[in-house]
């Protein structure tokens, strides 16, 4: 005759579980929502900013970037032109509908004065590289691993747009995807007053 004991099993690997309990399907609920919670947080805590328009004036942030290459890049090299900076990933599908638009903006305005830089967002540079290059992007790409320009300007989510003047101030924010129209409308008042 088998005992309770044999039919289960000796020690760890023939033991069986018993059923869950109603008690300790809650519990095991509670302690699910208490970790996602406590993920998603800092998602959805009040900024201090409000979203990129709030650098509207400001100088654009000087922070950190690495050219496609891993050499050190400033945007600061750029001033004396019109920007166009873009903040963006190879995982965003806004971006990359957005990015032929801002090659097509560069190829048309760089006579003009008007410079392009996509900063990817945390991704390395080959990344960037390889992505840019299979849209057949010809404009500036440069890499902010750490993701510091996504921080300084407030970006809600990618892609995030800040227009600059020739002086280094930030003249127009958006958030969001923009077509060629809207990038050559928010630039004419800077192209016109020359």
């Known amino acids: 005759m088998e005992t309770d004991e044999h039919r289960m099993g000796e020690g760890k690997?023939?033991?069986?579980?018993?059923?869950?309990?109603?008690?300790?399907r809650w519990l095991?609920?509670?302690?699910?929502?208490a970790l996602a919670a406590f993920l998603l947080v800092p998602y959805f805590r009040p900024s201090t900013s409000a979203g990129p328009g709030t650098l509207i004036?400001?100088?654009?942030?000087?922070?950190?970037?690495?050219?496609?290459?891993?050499?050190?890049y400033s945007l600061v090299s750029e001033r004396g032109h019109i920007l166009v900076v873009n903040l963006w990933a190879s995982w965003c599908p806004p971006c990359r509908a957005e990015?032929?638009?801002?090659?097509?903006?560069?190829?048309?305005?760089?006579?003009?004065?008007?410079?392009?830089?996509?900063?990817?967002q945390g991704e390395s540079g080959a990344v960037a590289r390889s992505f840019a290059h299979?849209?057949?992007i010809t404009y500036r790409i440069v890499v902010d691993p750490t993701?510091?320009?996504g921080r300084a300007f407030g970006a809600f989510g990618l892609p995030t747009t800040a227009i600059v003047d020739r002086r280094g101030l930030v003249v127009r924010a958006f958030d969001g995807p923009l077509t060629?129209?809207?990038?050559?409308?928010?630039?004419?008042?800077?192209?016109?007053s020359k």
Not at 99 to 120: K, N, Q, S, T, Y
């Open 180 to 192: 060629y129209q809207q990038i050559v409308r928010a630039l004419a008042p800077l192209l016109e």
């Open 13 to 24: 690997e023939g033991r069986m579980l018993a059923p869950m309990t109603p008690l300790w």
């Open 28 to 33: 095991v609920v509670l302690a699910a929502a």
């Open 134 to 136: 299979s849209l057949g």
């Open 57 to 72: 004036g400001a100088p654009l942030p000087d922070l950190p970037l690495l050219d496609e290459r891993g050499a050190a």
């Open 99 to 120: 990015m032929p638009d801002l090659e097509r903006v560069a190829r048309h305005e760089a006579a003009r004065g008007v410079r392009i830089i996509g900063i990817d």
């Open 147 to 149: 993701q510091r320009y």
